[in-house]
């Protein structure tokens, strides 16, 4: 069901928020980052449900004191439930806001940010060597390591990601050797990771059952 007065004009907005995503996605693969977000901004929070309580009171609410309020609500989370249903409401509120933009000043192609850095990835060491001897000159670079983690999570989310679209089981090699290295940066050899598999094996079963648990709704 279509709202803000302007037939269409949800499922607009909602394209457009879906075509920008597709186009980070292309420019940037699964990416994986830390919350960052905890009760060290609950006076923020606290601050901003004033202030657009205030501007309320005044008659001068904005769109910005709306969504400012919204947005310190879900940095104030580290529930991940709470966290989702407070970015929920953000992007509830983002988008409400750009279906005003579009009443107000009628609604515009919306053109994604393509093209304009260097898309990277992490990729397996002797991969820059194989594109050199097949004529051609890759741009590489080396990641610092703090940001190693950061990269390999995203590169486990790839993996898994290409083998749930192909159902080739040659997907679930890459997959281990990102496992593997990952271990390595918890100081966790492959036969101590085996180790902490085969335990957990015999204390909680594996997957071969095929047991399926009806959770409580």
Not at 59 to 88: K, M, Q
Not at 192 to 211: N, Y
Request: proline share 5%; aromatic share 6%.
């Amino acid at each position: 069901m279509e709202t803000e007065g302007t037939p269409g004009s949800l499922t607009r907005v909602l394209t457009d928020v879906a075509a920008e995503r597709e186009a980070q996605d292309r420019r940037w693969g699964t990416q994986e980052f830390p919350d960052g977000s905890g009760p060290e901004f609950t006076g923020s929070a606290e601050q901003a449900k004033q202030e657009c309580a205030t501007a309320w009171a005044r008659g001068e609410l904005t769109w910005r004191h709306i969504l400012t309020e919204e947005f310190f609500e879900a940095l104030a989370e580290s529930d991940p439930g709470a966290l989702r249903l407070e970015l929920v409401q953000t992007a509830a509120v983002a988008v409400k806001w750009v279906q005003s933009l579009d009443r107000r000043h009628g609604a515009t192609t919306h053109r994604t940010k393509e093209g304009t850095e260097h898309t990277e990835k992490l990729v397996r060491d002797r991969i820059p060597e194989i594109i050199r001897e097949d004529g051609r000159a890759p741009e590489t670079r080396v990641a610092h390591p703090d940001e190693h983690a950061e990269l390999l999570r995203a590169k486990l989310y790839e993996e898994a990601g290409e083998y749930v679209a192909t159902g080739d089981p040659a997907e679930l090699a890459d997959l281990l050797e990102v496992i593997h290295t990952l271990a390595a940066l918890h100081e966790l050899t492959p036969a101590e990771l085996e180790e902490q598999r085969s335990t957990k094996a015999t204390i909680r079963g594996g997957f071969s059952q095929r047991i399926v648990l009806r959770l409580p709704s």
